[in-house]
T-cell receptor
Framework: EAGVTQSPTHLIKTRGQQATLRCSPI?????VYWYQQALGLGLQFLLW???????NRGNFPPRFSGRQFPNYSSELNVNALELEDSALYLC?????????????FGDGTRLSIL | GQNIDQPTEMTATEGAIVQINCTYQ??????LFWYQQHAGEAPTFLSY????GLEEKGRFSSFLSRSKGYSYLLLKELQMKDSASYLC??????????FGPGTRLSVLP
């Protein structure tokens, strides 16, 4: 069974640009989560999508947005990039058909802002 | 509010036993999860507790006390490869997870 896949692996942008990160969940998982992990820090929750709808949003500005497609894959968009957006962005998926299912993570996209 | 606390760093010796504690205060509780994260890699799922008590999984065990808002992860027969960060996460409603800051464990020879 294929795990959660994220692309690209690395992304280099400059301040003010826009970045798009992509995630494909484990087959059969309908929930997708996005997290930001700055160097040496913990996971900060960004967004949760389930069945194409945004279910919850973390404490991030509106320039962080995303969507979930009918095949349950997801995109995270970050507009007007700032230096402090440099971080590892992790996507996770879970089976929301039953409770207490663990989230399974992809290998992440490392976003560097120059 | 949501608050999860873990020690920042711990050090232990190869072959020893180490206990990593986690305390939480969340607006709801559906279960508590432990993840392992090696530097530069994605977190991997280790265990979860939904009821009070001890769950054992090989060298790893996890304990939960819901009345105390407390959990621990017990690692036995430590190996060098166990050097990693260990993340405690609470599922507080539906599938919404709140992650703790993580405990960085260093295993010394």
């Amino acid at each position: 069974e294929a795990g959660v896949t994220q692309s690209p692996t690395h992304l280099i942008k400059t301040r003010g640009q826009q970045a798009t990160l992509r995630c494909s969940p484990i087959s059969g998982h309908t929930s997708v989560y996005w997290y930001q992990q700055a160097l040496g820090l913990g996971l900060q929750f960004l967004l949760w999508y389930d069945e194409g709808e945004e279910r919850n949003r973390g404490n991030f500005p509106p320039r962080f947005s995303g969507r979930q497609f009918p095949n349950y894959s997801s995109e995270l968009n970050v507009n007007a990039l700032e230096l402090e957006d440099s971080a590892l962005y992790l996507c996770a998926s879970s089976d929301s058909s039953s409770s207490n299912q663990p989230q399974h993570f992809g290998d992440g996209t490392r976003l560097s802002i120059l | 509010g949501q608050n999860i606390d873990q020690p920042t760093e711990m050090t232990a010796t190869e072959g020893a036993i180490v206990q990593i504690n986690c305390t939480y205060q969340t607006s709801g509780f559906n279960g508590l999860f432990w993840y392992q994260q090696h530097a530069g890699e994605a977190p991997t799922f280790l265990s979860y507790n939904v009821l009070d008590g001890l769950e054992e999984k090989g060298r790893f065990s996890s304990f939960l006390s819901r009345s105390k808002g407390y959990s621990y992860l017990l690692l036995k027969e430590l190996q060098m490869k166990d050097s990693a960060s260990y993340l405690c996460a609470v599922s507080n409603y539906g599938q919404n997870f709140v992650f703790g800051p993580g405990t960085r464990l260093s295993v010394l020879p």
